[in-house]
């Protein structure tokens, strides 16, 4: 036995000994309640991120799977259009070729009947404008404001 002032130096069986004891007095910590939190945490904000993505991706897919359908819609009406375009240009064309002088008459001759002469009047002489001038303009203005006090009088919005 040691005196008390002296340091006792366990041998190597007893220090292994001390070790197993103090290992099994003070166990390992697990992770704490911290660390747990923040991993959890981590974790929402990566499943966040993610599914946030995901939805960004879904959305982009739609939108170019929508203008690509009304991409063909709009192509579909454009040939329509043409094709309207160039039936009525036919049409304009039937019209201005039976309303000649020359088909006139010789539709009437075959129906029997004459064709009135037209008569085209010259359109009359333009008028100049009236000049407003800022005398008549103060007048109008005047004239709104009293209309709105009117109203406003009577319980209506200005």
């Known amino acids: 036995m040691a005196l008390p002032n002296e340091i006792a130096v366990p041998s190597e069986p ?3 000994l001390l070790r197993d ?3 099994r007095l003070h ?6 309640e911290r660390r747990r939190a923040r991993s959890a945490r981590l974790i929402r904000k ?3 991120t993610v599914g ?3 939805l960004l991706g879904m959305g982009g897919a739609l939108s170019g799977s929508l203008m690509a359908s009304e991409g063909f819609k709009v192509d579909a009406l454009q040939q329509q259009l043409q094709q ?3 039936q009525q240009q036919h049409l304009a064309g039937l019209v201005a070729s039976a309303t000649t002088p020359s088909a006139l008459a010789a539709d009437a ?3 029997h009947t004459t064709v009135a002469p037209t008569i085209v009047r010259e359109p009359a002489a333009a008028r100049p404008a009236p000049r407003i001038t800022l005398a008549d303009r103060v007048t109008v203005a005047v004239a709104g404001l009293w ?3 009117k109203r406003f009088e009577a319980g209506g919005r200005p």
Do not use: I
Request: no cysteine; proline share 7%; aromatic share 8%.
């Open 84 to 86: 309207a375009t160039r």
């Open 147 to 149: 209309k709105a006090l």
């Open 27 to 32: 166990p390992k910590t697990r992770p704490t």
């Open 14 to 16: 007893q220090a292994a």
């Open 21 to 23: 004891v103090e290992r």
């Open 46 to 48: 990566m499943a966040w």
């Open 52 to 54: 946030l993505l995901w």
């Open 109 to 111: 001759t075959r129906l």
